[in-house]
């Protein structure tokens, strides 16, 4: 059986070698969908399985205890919190080797928490890695920044007001949520949106914020 990395628009997951599988654990209907479309196979294919993502669980079951995460991550109350998720770092996919530096900036100098998730990938500990992007952030001193060093960052997305991202597959777990992305390889932002809390989704009234940073509105 195959159960994937994760989703994301890369379709990296949606590869010819997967269909040697016996069973297919597949995400949802845009991971469905692709897999019909790019390989010709049948709606109704035996090796589909829809399970979800088990793994982002912890967003909806109560597990998490958001006023306890703030306090341990030393967030203000007073404040929304944003968190910067980008993809591996790629010269062509990835906002971080693109803008990532004025990115992080721009955020850092508005009264916000915000937390930086980046990829394990982005650190000098792989070797492909060009950029030491662990000693760029140590050079950033913001009295709310907190750098995130944690492989999972379904917790973090919990506590987050606004996801900034990419085509990185932390962005999948949000759905139709707010989300500010860094469309490679133009850099115009786009209009952001504050995250309801989940009890309030289905009534939540969504208030158009616009920024004026990376030469877009």
């Known amino acids: ?21 016996d069973k297919l654990f597949l995400a ?32 909806v079951n109560g597990s998490l205890n958001s006023s306890e995460m703030k306090r341990s991550l030393g967030l203000d109350n007073r404040l929304p919190t944003v968190i910067y998720a980008p993809t591996r770092p790629s010269p062509t996919s990835s906002s971080l080797p693109m803008a990532g530096e004025q990115i992080i900036t721009t955020i850092a100098d508005m009264e916000v928490n915000f937390l930086i998730k980046l990829h394990d990938r982005a650190y000098k500990t792989w070797r492909s890695t060009s950029e030491d992007w662990e000693q760029k952030l140590k050079r950033i001193k913001k009295p709310h920044l907190k750098v995130i060093d944690d ?21 999948s777990p949000l759905g139709n949520d707010p989300l500010l992305k860094y469309p490679p390889p133009r850099g115009t932002v786009i209009a952001i949106l504050p995250i309801p809390p989940v009890s309030q989704k289905n009534s939540f009234k969504v208030e158009r914020i616009h920024f004026t940073f990376l030469g877009g509105r």
Do not use: C
Request: aromatic fraction near 12%.
């Open 1 to 21: 059986m195959q159960i994937f990395h994760g989703v994301s628009l890369k379709n990296r997951a949606v590869h010819k070698k997967a269909l040697a599988y």
């Open 28 to 59: 949802g209907e845009y991971m469905k969908r692709k897999f019909i479309e790019t390989w010709k196979l049948a709606e109704d294919d035996p090796r589909f399985e829809m399970i979800g993502m088990p793994k982002v669980d912890p967003l």
């Open 151 to 171: 492989y999972d960052v379904v917790p973090y997305l919990f506590v987050s007001d606004l996801l900034v991202s990419d085509i990185s597959s932390s962005t």
